[in-house]
């Protein structure tokens, strides 16, 4: 053994060293936080502080949650002299803060200040690095390292087989994170400010998922106390795809992010019925906010008589001038629509309490102020002048009052629209009462709205909004609702967009969530799908009618296999056994109709198979619909019949980019009917 080699082994001794030394002092933080949490009520001064004490020990005690499988820290940087604030330092970057008895740093967080340096620093701006160094692991095992010596001018780049082995590390189960891996101009989008809305055009496997749920992580480090009170929000396409997920921001030590579909969020009525094509069509287009708040306006009426209200021996009397006014001035405020009501009934109050204390020469009492407001002149005039409404209440009397949609929808929906509304044409015909109706997810979206019109709903802090591209106006509303005074950040790829209202413009997007001003990024270079799996896939581009830049990558490695088949389920069993052969995940996509085939005849094969939003499925093999396939990535994909896929609905060619685009090592294509044009030609591989 030379003496370089000697040294090598001795430094790496000392890492292992240093692992262990952290994971000791990890789980002495969590053995305090958790001996405080068994004690914490008998400190707390009262049942509230206790509750408040105990739910925050009980996030302390799952932040510090060890997995020894995961690495604690990921690189080193080390500070040359001349550095002004780092001179001389060393510091061990990881996912989460580990200190010692002492509270010195043996783990510095990924998202701290000094830890920005791991992921921007570079030969030509080393940024104080004298060298920074990333390890290798295997299976919680610190197995190697490498360095860069930036002061030198050495720098390694993707040429880094510790960062390329990572990357490309075969993935079984939930989606990663990907703290060690994180490019420069990812991590600025990533470090980007809680008052900045951003909007990732990202091509496919370009990391843009990761990007926002390690955007959602930093923001939580950096803002704290602030967004655990208002809250973050990851909105997701399908529970498929927030059970991938799910796994990433808990590994990053964040266990309080809510996560959610649009369907989630609109659980104003529940959902019983499918609309036609059609119908959908016209309650998810943006007029349908108009049409609404019409609607709700319409309600508001002008006084037609006096008040008078019976005080004992008193009767006081409000005349029509001043009614009038309290209905002009609320209008004004363009207030929610039950607020408004509320600030009618407290104006109408306020005078009849100004007549009072004229003539009683003191000011009533709390008690007196409630009499008046409940009392039944004040009630009936204000369900004549700004009656109560209900948010589905509304929708139905829409759908149900030829008269008040007319109204409502003047020079926004055509007449053939408007019988579309009433079920008239080939829509569904509502119910005799709100409850009684049968209502969509496209009604759902709808009745938020209404509620949103009535009532303002409580808001968060930050909203990741990922796949968005297949946001309609309206159900881009209903987030903008819930983000009104807090930063987006949105995810998606106009070529992905599948569905028929499907995004062709992020910036008309970003208006209908409020934030027109947001910038919008592009990423271009992947780094998960292999560069043979996208050139395939970017035949289909010219064909989808978006301009999007075509996906780059930088993976060299993986395979591409399309192949003509005459019996599709046979062929199907034989590739997925020779894709068990290597390490990592496996999925069978389809159209949805050859689902429930594929998985028999893989049953009959003897291979155990998986759903999509399945989390604690433990098979290796999913059969996954094509419709949910979005956002998913496995290491060996099988695509069968790809025209079926096309075929299956109007967007069938954007749905098959997506389809051919969530392999990140093989990607094998089994028809029997020919190819989609755009794709057709010399392909078929043996």
């Not at 010596?149 to 390694?156: P, T, W």
């Not at 159209?591 to 028999?600: C, N």
């Amino acid at each position: 053994m030379t003496a370089a080699d000697l040294a090598l082994d001795q430094d790496l001794a000392a890492e292992r060293e240093h692992l262990d030394t952290s994971r000791a002092a990890l789980r002495r933080m969590r053995e305090r936080a958790e001996a405080l949490f068994a004690t914490g009520d008998t400190v707390a001064g009262d049942a509230y502080t206790a509750e408040q004490l105990g739910r925050h020990l009980a996030r302390r005690v799952a932040e510090l949650a060890d997995d020894p499988t995961t690495p604690l820290f990921f690189g080193r940087l080390d500070f040359g002299d001349a550095d002004r604030d780092h001179a001389g330092r060393r510091y061990h970057v990881g996912r989460r803060h580990v200190t010692d008895d002492r509270g010195e740093p043996l783990v510095l967080d990924w998202r701290a200040p000094v830890s920005r340096s791991f992921y921007r620093a570079s030969a030509r701006d080393p940024q104080g690095v004298a060298v920074r160094r990333r390890f290798g692991f295997n299976n919680g095992v610190l197995t190697s390292f490498e360095d860069e010596h930036l002061d030198r001018g050495e720098e390694l780049g993707t040429a880094s087989r510790i960062l390329t082995a990572e990357i490309e590390r075969p993935r079984v189960g939930p989606m990663r994170d990907i703290v060690a891996t994180i490019q420069p101009e990812q991590d600025e989008l990533v470090r980007a400010d809680l008052a900045d809305s951003i909007c990732v055009q990202g091509a496919p496997g370009t990391g843009k998922t990761a990007v926002g749920l390690h955007r959602a992580a930093y923001l939580l480090y950096l803002h704290r106390e602030r967004l655990r009170r208002s809250g973050v929000l990851i909105v997701g396409p399908n529970r498929a795809f927030l059970s991938y997920i799910a796994a990433v921001l808990p590994a990053l030590g964040e266990v309080e992010v809510e996560q959610a579909t649009v369907e989630d969020l609109v659980e104003g009525v529940p959902v019983r019925a499918v609309d036609d094509p059609a119908v959908a069509a016209v309650k998810h287009d943006g007029r349908m906010a108009d049409v609404l708040r019409r609607a709700v306006d319409a309600h508001i009426g002008e006084p037609t008589e006096p008040i008078v209200v019976s005080d004992g021996s008193f009767r006081w009397r409000i005349g029509l001038e001043p009614l009038h006014r309290v209905i002009a001035e609320t209008r004004r405020e363009g207030l929610p629509y039950a607020v408004g009501r509320e600030r009618v009934r407290a104006r109408v109050v306020g005078l009849l309490q100004r007549q009072a204390e004229a003539r009683r020469a003191e000011s009533p009492s709390d008690a007196w102020l409630r009499r008046m407001a409940r009392s039944k002149p004040v009630t009936t005039f204000l369900d004549e002048v700004w009656p109560a409404l209900t948010s589905d209440g509304l929708l139905h009397e829409l759908y149900t009052d030829r008269q008040r949609l007319t109204a409502a929808a003047d020079g926004l929906l055509t007449a053939e629209e408007q019988a579309l509304l009433t079920g008239s044409g080939s829509g569904t015909k509502p119910g005799r009462t709100p409850k009684a109706t049968r209502w969509t997810a496209a009604d759902a979206v709808l009745v938020d709205e209404a509620a949103g019109l009535i009532e303002r709903p409580a808001g968060y802090g930050h909203v990741v909004v990922d796949e968005a591209q297949d946001l309609s106006p309206m159900q881009c509303r209903a987030i903008a609702r819930r983000s009104e005074h807090g930063s987006i950040t949105l995810l998606g790829d106009l070529a992905q967009g599948t569905a028929p209202w499907a995004a062709r413009d992020w910036r008309e997007t970003l208006r209908h969530l409020g934030k027109p001003d947001a910038a919008v990024v592009p990423l271009t270079v992947g780094f998960r799908v292999p560069a043979a799996v996208v050139a395939f896939a970017n035949r289909l581009l010219p064909s989808l009618a978006v301009d999007v830049p075509p996906a780059e990558s930088l993976r060299r490695d993986g395979a591409l296999d399309v192949r003509t088949v005459e019996d599709l389920p046979a062929a199907t069993v034989a590739e997925v056994r020779a894709a068990l052969a290597h390490d990592g995940s496996v999925a069978v996509i389809a159209a949805d109709t050859a689902v429930d085939g594929l998985r028999a005849a893989l049953a009959g094969a003897g291979i155990e198979t998986a759903t999509a939003d399945d989390p604690t499925a433990t098979a290796r093999v999913t059969v996954v619909p094509a419709t949910v396939v979005k956002g998913l990535e496995y290491d060996h994909v099988v695509v069968v019949e790809p025209a079926a896929i096309v075929a299956a609905e109007p967007r069938g060619l954007h749905r098959l980019y997506v389809v051919l685009t969530r392999a990140v090592s093989r990607l094998a294509v089994l028809h029997a009917a020919p190819l989609p044009a755009p794709l057709a030609g010399d392909q078929d591989t043996p």
